[in-house]
């Protein structure tokens, strides 16, 4: 991280001298959120689950309306049952993290046109943009103090007889967005955007479909699957496991996960 860090405020300083008519290349900051089963009910309350992301861009600048874009971002999502207003969210008890590590390639429209040249007038553009991104997530939750990784533990029953097979942790996602863009000056243009990335995977939250019985999930995925797949007894103060019934619904299987950033 400290290298990360280290290089990402080098690369800022000597962004401008690689700046030319048709090549951009610079820094991203800004903030990252998740959208899942694990939700709090309130749009406002997702804010309490922001985290920072930065990155890198590459852009080519086809002509005033046009920009092919490289974008590299790196940042974390999280989410917790504990938001929750409703009894039976707060009672699921669920809560899981992970970093992303984004590679993007994108398509750039500039609405009105802009250009980096102060001779032109093109000085500012609303602007769209969308792709395909490949993604690198790993879920994981807090339990009894020390971190736990989520998908090896197969907490839905990924990989007994009549379940799925366990999900990827590299995936790709559809980035759309927009935002406004200035021009400073010849060598420096400023951005302010938000991209949401569409997922092809339901489990960035490591939660999707139904419960599998305590007792199954026991003997087939071990200790821990069959208690942090439902950590009721935590939320109730007991030691003893809550025993779910096999078809149970544990989340929203007819919508994907996405996770947004405002950069």
Known sequence: MRFSLIFFFAFFLVSSDLHSQNFEIGPQIGGMVYTGDLDPPQFGQHFQNLN????LHLKYNFNRYLDLRLNFNKGAVNGRDSLGSADWQRKRNLSFESDITEFALMVESNILGFSTDERDNKAFSPYAFAGIAIYKFNPRTLYNGAYINLQPLGTEGQGMPGRPEKYKLTQFAVPIGGGMKFRMSEQISIGLEVNVR???????????TTYVAYEDLLNANGADAARLANREFEYL???????????????????????????
């Open 237 to 263: 103060g007991n030691t003893d496991p809550y025993l779910q019934a096999t078809g149970d619904i544990r989340g929203k299987p007819e919508v994907n996960d996405y996770y947004m950033t405002g950069m």
């Open 52 to 55: 920072f992301t930065y990155g």
């Open 198 to 208: 569409f997922l092809f995977t339901d489990y960035l939250d490591d939660v999707s």
